[in-house]
T-cell receptor, first 112, second 117 residues
């Protein structure tokens, strides 16, 4: 089955700096890669996603890059703000169904 | 987007009792729902795949007699934690996708914080 690894597990940045979270996956059949933000005690919320036919996608301060050959994808948050503090999860899935394989999560703290 | 509702959001129960958690798809029919368990500051751990009209598929290491899953209708799956113990305390969350939308974002319930005392 698919194995998704995520690094780092914790990340602290100064407000205004950039944050980068990286994930790798093992199954070349995976072709959909969403990123979720989860605040304490709440449900994960989709913040951005990318499909395998695209190498990069950007939405305001958030961007995701995908390297299919190397099987890794990254989340980039620029101009970080305190409200960006949360746990971020990457995930991978394929066309066979709805099952997602989640990374281990990154606890991001943005220091004012 | 699709809406998945989970109830209750918080529950405290005594050790040895059973607790039922409901997961409903409000505006679509879900033949498959997923149940996850999450420890503080850790990732979502898939417990089982709930299949409407058939038995759930449990992940390795998850006790099916401990975590009973029933998916009796196309809009409702329930997870019952039987004979709960303090180590069962955790955040439980379900997800589902509208039919025909495989390989799109997962829609999560609000989650249930279970505390066993």
């Amino acid at each position: 089955g698919e194995n998704v690894e995520q690094h780092p597990s914790t990340l602290s940045v100064q407000e205004g700096d950039s944050a980068v979270i990286k994930c790798t996956y093992s199954d070349s059949a995976s072709n959909y890669f969403p990123w979720y933000k989860q605040e304490l005690g709440k449900r994960p919320q989709l913040i951005i996603d990318i499909r395998s036919n695209v190498g990069e996608k950007k939405d305001q301060r958030i961007a995701v890059t995908l390297n299919k050959t190397a099987k890794h994808f990254s989340l980039h948050i620029t101009e970080t703000q305190p409200e960006d503090s949360a746990v971020y999860f990457c995930a991978a899935s394929d066309d066979t169904g709805n099952q997602f394989y989640f990374g281990t999560g990154t606890s991001l703290t943005v220091i004012p | 987007g699709a809406v998945v509702s989970q109830h209750p959001s918080r529950v405290i129960c005594k050790s040895g009792t059973s607790v039922k958690i409901e997961c409903r798809s409000l505006d679509f029919q879900a033949t498959t729902m997923f149940w996850y368990r999450q420890f503080p500051k850790q990732s979502l751990m898939l417990m089982a795949t709930s299949n409407e009209g058939s038995k759930a598929t449990y992940e390795q290491g998850v006790e099916k007699d401990k975590f009973l899953i029933n998916h009796a209708s196309l809009t409702l799956s329930t997870l019952t934690v039987t004979s709960a113990h303090p180590e069962d305390s955790s955040f439980y969350i379900c997800s589902a996708n509208p039919p025909g939308r495989a390989n799109t974002e997962a829609f999560f319930g609000q989650g249930t914080r279970l505390t066993v005392v």
